[in-house]
């Protein structure tokens, strides 16, 4: 049997690789952010459930979904703030609608 030919050296460089990473580390407030984010995109799913018709219901998870993904990149504190607060209010005025069906 051949032994292994790895290296003490080759496993620690492995270990500490910064390219290993899956991402930048977050700010403080891009970490809250982004957890306010999230919160709203599952409660925005949760009260899609009100929806009766399942095609219309779909549309509407695919709508969210995309605006979701659209602004993905964005990295700016001030913008996701305005993101988040305009799409609280547009979600509330759709969900007045959602509610009523």
């Known amino acids: 049997m051949r032994p292994l030919s790895l290296s ?11 390219k ?10 891009h970490f809250v ?5 999230l919160a709203f995109y599952r409660s925005i799913l949760r009260s899609t459930r009100h929806i009766a018709d399942p095609q219309t219901r779909a549309e509407t998870r695919k709508f969210v979904r995309d605006e979701f993904e659209r602004h993905r990149g964005v990295t700016d504190i ?3 703030r305005y993101l988040l607060s305009t799409g609280k209010t ?6 007045r609608y959602i509610n009523g069906l």
């Open 8 to 18: 003490w050296r080759s496993l620690r460089t492995y270990a500490t690789d910064r």
């Open 20 to 29: 290993s990473r899956i991402g930048p580390v977050l700010s403080l407030e």
């Open 33 to 37: 952010q982004r957890a306010r984010a």
């Open 78 to 80: 001030d913008h996701i």
């Open 90 to 95: 547009e979600w509330e005025s759709m969900e």
